[in-house]
């Protein structure tokens, strides 16, 4: 794999970096910080008051990572499925990718073996299996309240 770097006008300034060839797919040209809003959804309703906070993101070329650590939050009112809307960028497909750690206001199977983000179109789920009955894959469910916690990381492709 080659690594070439062009040089622009001034000394030391990179203006472009070209990986495994030096055609225009190959140019690094899109590196991006910044922050995004998630708010807490769900299927079935909102939470009587808005859930919100902020979370960061990078974005490289097409590849977007998001975190957001949602913290003690009021979802009474919330029902069906826990979603976050708000993603920086719009998905470009489904994807299931990520983690996540929850305390709290959420209703979990007892046999649940994982938890995974989807990350879709217009918000981001979080599916859960069964190690016991192996179902199929099945959305987590709010247990609305007081104390609301969910920590997440995931990543998806745009055509941003």
């Given at each position: 794999?080659?690594?070439?770097?062009?040089?622009?006008?001034?000394v030391?300034?990179?203006?472009?970096?070209?990986?495994?060839?030096?055609?225009?797919?190959?140019?690094?040209?899109?590196?991006?910080?910044?922050?995004?809003?998630?708010?807490?959804?769900?299927?079935?309703?909102?939470?009587?008051?808005?859930?919100?906070?902020?979370?960061?993101?990078?974005?490289?070329?097409?590849?977007?990572?998001?975190?957001?650590?949602?913290?003690?939050?009021?979802?009474?009112?919330?029902?069906?499925?826990?979603?976050?809307?708000?993603?920086?960028?719009?998905?470009?497909?489904?994807?299931?990718?990520?983690?996540?750690m929850?305390?709290?206001?959420?209703?979990?199977?007892?046999?649940?073996?994982?938890?995974?983000?989807?990350?879709?179109?217009?918000?981001?789920?979080?599916?859960?299996?069964?190690?016991?009955?192996?179902?199929?894959?099945?959305?987590?469910?709010?247990?609305?309240?007081?104390?609301?916690?969910?920590y997440?990381?995931?990543?998806?492709?745009?055509?941003?």
């Amino acid at each position: 794999m080659a690594l070439t770097q062009v040089i622009g006008s001034g000394v030391g300034q990179v203006t472009d970096i070209k990986i495994g060839g030096s055609g225009s797919a190959n140019t690094l040209d899109d590196y991006e910080e910044g922050s995004w809003t998630a708010t807490v959804t769900g299927s079935g309703g909102n939470p009587s008051t808005a859930a919100t906070e902020s979370g960061s993101y990078v974005k490289i070329g097409r590849i977007v990572y998001c975190t957001v650590t949602i913290s003690n939050k009021d979802t009474t009112g919330a029902s069906g499925a826990v979603r976050l809307t708000g993603v920086p960028f719009t998905p470009n497909k489904s994807t299931a990718s990520g983690n996540l750690m929850l305390y709290y206001a959420k209703s979990l199977n007892s046999t649940t073996a994982n938890i995974t983000p989807y990350v879709t179109a217009s918000y981001v789920a979080f599916y859960q299996t069964d190690y016991q009955t192996s179902t199929a894959w099945g959305e987590i469910s709010h247990a609305a309240g007081a104390n609301f916690y969910l920590y997440t990381s995931f990543w998806y492709e745009t055509d941003s």
